[in-house]
């Protein structure tokens, strides 16, 4: 285990764990906290984990995580880390089992007062109109042929069904549908599973949260995104459910396999890897970009599905209902891009798990109207507490690859958290705050309680501190759906 006397101090919200720690290191490994989160992530094997990433082939500059730290599979929860293309290794562990989960931003133009009087009933129309729990369907249903379309063609493959707006997609990273999906890749295992659960929430962490705008930290910025104090706004956070977790199960047992073959050697098995340029390496890519592009048609069907609940219950009573998408970003993924790495400018494999994407104004991947600006950062808070919409900078290209951090971050077990508080008892505590919450299981309530997680306003302020992401707006919940 890591020690805090193994770690050196590099800058007033930056540790280090030298290179010289342990033989196998190629980088150092990197991560931020303030003296709280620290002691955090030093009870469990999160920065063990992060030194694991660290001895990966290819790995360039360091190995990084955010203040959200925690123990994953593998990598550690908030990892962010590169390797050099095009024959780095790229590692199911580094993007998570969740792929593409991540988190959709609405706005609205009407204010908390307008709609705090049809609060237990949109909260009710949410729940109704958006399929949540382990296992549900969705109102969509796919052949096989139109599981290859939505595969390949995201968010973009409900535009074309009259699910989405052409804004919708200016707004959503990537627009929607990364390049290289290829759903031969795809085990008819993981097909099965996908085929039914598009347009669903799912269970655990992922939410359909109904927020006001309750303080603005950068006016211009805010603006541009189109918010405002006291507006209504929605989150959305899910994935690409049982058909991305499918294919990490799948291709973390072909991995197995593949690092014996090029003579990988590991310190954990659950880093499995292979060479990006590989047969296999090539293959696991193509189906994560068919899994992240399930995930962005999955939030865009869901966004249709919470306006119409905004319709059912609002129209005709609160102007200004419509919702537009302010940014869709994912949290676990891995991308190829272009950083400067020791002076050079060179393309990389960046693994994001628990990480968000944090480009600064003037980068070509930021939507036209937000350029000038910055990207929109989305970090969810845990239920029933805030969460936060940040702006990218450009000491993140320089520190982070351009990232930040993803939400609260875990530190308690679920089996812990339903030892502490029932389901039931929470929701009435919620309630007495003004928050609403409609859900399918109390155990599963239980297992999302706020103290089971870290502080998201502790953890926003670390980034915002360092320099990574800037804060533009805090958002409180005032109803939330579960699975």
Known sequence: MVKRSDLVQIAPYLYEIPKSYRADMRVPARFYANGELLAKALEDRSLEQLVNTATLPGVVKWALAMPDIHQGYGFPIGGVVATK?????????????DIN??????????????????????????????PSGVGVKGFVRLSDKELDELMVRG???TLERGYARPEDLRHTEEGGAMKGADPSKVSKKARERGRAQVGTLGAGNHFAEID????????????????????IVVQIHC?????GHQICTDYVQLFQKAIRKYGITLPDRELVCAPFDTPEGQSYFAAMVAAANYAWANRQLLTHQVR???????????KGFDLRVVYDVAHNIAKREFHDIDGKRMEVLVHRKGATRAFPAGHEAIPEDYRDYGQPVLVPGSMGTASWVLVGTPSAMDQTFGSSCHGAGRMMSRRQATKRVRGQTLIEELKHEGIVVRAGS??????????????????????????????????????????
């Open 85 to 97: 293309l095009p024959n780095g290794i790229i590692s199911p562990g580094g993007v998570g089992y």
């Open 101 to 130: 989960c991540g988190v959709c931003l609405l706005a609205s133009d009407a204010d908390e007062g307008e709609v705090r009087p049809y609060l237990e009933d949109l909260a009710t129309a949410l729940y109704e109109y958006v």
């Open 155 to 157: 968010a973009r493959w």
């Open 212 to 231: 006001v705008v309750d303080e603005v930290f950068d006016a211009d910025v805010a603006a541009a995104f189109g918010l405002w104090e006291g507006q």
């Open 239 to 243: 994935g690409s459910r049982g058909f």
């Open 308 to 318: 119409q609940a905004f319709e059912t219950v609002l129209a005709g009573k609160v």
């Open 442 to 483: 109390m155990r599963g309530v239980a297992e999302e309680a706020p103290f089971a997680y870290k502080d998201v306003d502790l953890v926003v302020e670390v980034v915002h501190n360092a320099g990574i992401a800037r804060k533009v707006a805090r958002l409180r919940p005032i109803a939330v759906v579960k699975g």
